[in-house]
């Protein structure tokens, strides 16, 4: 069928908005008509090089639509339910899955080249050319077809805008904070930066039971919206941050720090893992550049029992915690409608990551036409 969808060419972009052709689902295939993406700092990675893709790809992963049809062996989802796309399959039974790890399901593996798991493309451009979606995915088309096990059922009565960003952006950063610390009741926590990603793991942090949640991020009007979703104290940068931090721990250092910059590289991680205390945990959900090097003193990762966690997906379970997510927003208990800074039409994209780039934007939110 036709489709709207914003594609990049070459590392460098723009992302062009174009006419695209999307495939009838394979058997345990679901098309989604896609009503809301949200603008993940990921995508942007594609565009910049840091995150290596296969190019020409459809972008978008932080999805929220309707299933318009299934194939012959969809047992999860159905025509007419609503849906979060994610990002990372949820299979339920490999390796990873079986063992509560759905965050790294083996059927990820390949997602950077966009195409099915079978190596077809779902996506084609005018000219003919087979192309894959952004993690196997292209939440900027408006309509997209994927595996069943990257969807999870979501109540009808969540507005899309608010459901696409639990899929990723809210499950990581809450997940980074609840799971990956784990933040324990009466921590004191650090996070830097405050985005899209960011200010999820300021709310898991809270719901954690944190006692006192710092926030380090250099954009003004950012930094004060964190208090909202529970920053207890605030500063433009962690070196700012150093005193607070010796006052409330006797100088020791935090009991969980959360990189959830734009873009991270060695010497910020060494930079968390420095005020991190004793027996504490540095969490990186972060992405950088491909370096390999990480100014940290082996030293104090020893005699400290500190811990470096990366996190991929806010180590969430999405099959169950997008569904909590969800439960715990109408029950009032976390924010979404405050993460949606801005609505654009795909039309306007590319001004929308300029937005990104410009601090301008918590989270922006594509709004697709139908
Ligand atoms: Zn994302
Ligand atoms: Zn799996």
């Not at 997602?111 to 493309?121: C, F, I």
Request: contains cysteine; hydrophobic residues 40%; aromatic residues 6%.
């Amino acid at each position: 069928m036709k489709a709207k969808g914003a594609v990049l060419h070459q590392v460098g972009g723009p992302w062009v908005v174009e006419d695209i052709e999307v495939s009838e689902p394979g058997d345990n295939e679901v098309l989604v008509q896609v009503m809301a993406s949200g603008l993940c700092h990921s995508d942007d990675h594609f565009v910049t090089g840091d995150i290596p893709a296969t190019l020409p790809v459809v972008g978008g992963h932080e999805g929220a639509g309707i299933v318009v049809k299934v194939g012959s062996k969809v047992t999860r989802v159905a025509p007419g339910d609503h849906v979060a796309t994610l990002f990372i399959p949820a299979c339920g039974v490999c390796k990873y899955c079986a063992r509560g790890m759905s965050y790294i399901c083996n059927n990820g593996a390949g997602m950077e080249h966009g195409l099915a798991m079978d190596g077809t493309a779902r996506f084609h451009l005018s000219d003919g050319r087979g192309i894959g979606g952004s993690t196997r995915l292209g939440s900027f088309a408006n309509y997209l077809v994927c595996h069943e096990t990257q969807t999870v059922k979501v109540p009808k009565d969540i507005p899309f805008d608010l459901a696409c960003l639990v899929s990723c952006g809210v499950a990581t950063g809450y997940g980074a904070a609840v799971y990956g610390g784990p933040v324990r009741p009466g921590d004191v926590v650090l996070v830097m930066g405050v985005g899209g990603v960011g200010m999820n793991a300021v709310q898991g942090a809270r719901l954690a039971g944190a006692d006192h949640i710092l926030v380090a991020e250099p954009v003004d009007w950012k930094r004060e919206a964190s208090v909202g979703f529970g920053a207890t104290d605030v500063f433009a940068s962690v070196d700012e941050a150093r005193g607070r931090i010796a006052e409330l721990t006797n100088g020791q250092g935090v009991d969980v720090s959360i990189c959830a910059v734009g873009r991270v590289d060695g010497d910020l991680l060494g930079l968390a893992f420095e005020v991190t205390g004793k027996a504490g945990t540095c969490v990186l959900l972060a992405v950088g550049s491909h370096e390999k090097s990480i100014s940290i003193s082996p030293q104090d990762l020893t005699n400290f029992s500190k811990r470096i966690q990366g996190v991929l997906y806010g180590l969430c379970n999405p099959v169950v915690d997008i569904p909590m997510l969800l439960r715990m927003y109408q029950e009032k208990r976390i924010k979404l409608d405050e993460l949606v800074t801005t609505r654009y039409g795909l039309d306007d994209i590319n001004e929308a990551y300029a937005d990104m780039h410009a601090g301008k934007n918590i989270r922006g939110v594509v709004i697709h036409n139908h």
